[in-house]
């Protein structure tokens, strides 16, 4: 079946670390691939997408890159800053519906 | 401006009441969800509905209903069955098809409490 695999967190970083949220998924065909965030309190906002192999999203800093050959889509961002603070969920679309992970939980400290 | 909303941003409810979250869209989309989020946890899909006047339950559809008359609007209802309906409930829409890379849109959520 389909499947997400998120880092566990929570990730607490200084500000300006360097940030990765590893996620690798398991789907059929060849799925769109999503990052949502979500800050406290709020719903879940797009944050980048690709739909095919070796296709780098980006926003906001955030970057992430379509590896076909490891199904992985791992979030970096150069430096995090205080704001960054948010649950963030990996969504592969395999189908209709997306497939989210568990989210990790990020924390940035000043 | 295109949007998704819920409504009510916070809802309580005594034991062994019905209540209804509303949720509407006006993007044009024709799927509809709706997800349970419980405190440090991801998302569980509770029922989704593709088209106007058919839906499908998710992973946790015990104790919940909804309905789709219109294409805009897909409410949910927490039953008196459901025994443990504190939770953060969010809506999402999107377009179907998953070939241009379509994501989904969501809601700013509903927080029911039982009291």
């Excluded at chain 1, 997408?49 to 076909?68: L, M, P, Q, V």
């Excluded at chain 1, 889509?73 to 519906?97: I, M, T, W």
């Excluded at chain 2, 609007?73 to 999107?94: D, E, G, R, W």
Aim: hydrophobic residues 30%; contains cysteine.
């Amino acid at each position: 079946g389909n499947s997400v695999t998120q880092m566990e967190g929570p990730v607490t970083l200084s500000e300006e670390a360097f940030l990765t949220i590893n996620c690798t998924y398991t789907a059929t065909g060849y799925p769109s691939l999503f990052w949502y965030v979500q800050y406290p309190g709020e719903g879940l906002q797009l944050l980048l997408k690709a739909t095919k192999a070796d296709d780098k999203g980006s926003n906001k800093g955030f970057e992430a890159t379509y590896r076909k050959e490891t199904t992985s889509f791992h979030l970096e961002k150069g430096s995090v800053q205080v704001s960054d603070s948010a649950v963030y969920f990996c969504a592969p679309r395999p189908g209709n519906k997306l497939v989210f992970g568990a989210g990790t939980i990020l924390r940035v400290k000043s | 401006d295109g949007g998704i909303t819920q409504s009510p941003k916070y809802l309580f409810r005594k034991e062994g009441q019905n209540v209804t979250l509303s949720c509407e869209q006006n993007l044009n989309h024709d799927a509809m969800y709706w997800y349970r989020q419980d405190p440090g946890q991801g998302l569980r899909l509770i029922y989704y509905s593709q088209i106007v006047n058919d839906f499908q339950k998710g992973d946790i559809a015990e104790g919940y209903s909804v309905s789709r008359e219109k294409k805009e609007s897909f409410p949910l209802t927490v039953t008196s069955a459901q025994k443990n309906p504190t939770a953060f409930y969010l809506c999402a829409s999107s377009i179907l098809g998953q070939g241009a890379g379509y994501g989904y849109t969501f809601g700013s959520g509903t927080r029911l409490t039982v009291v």
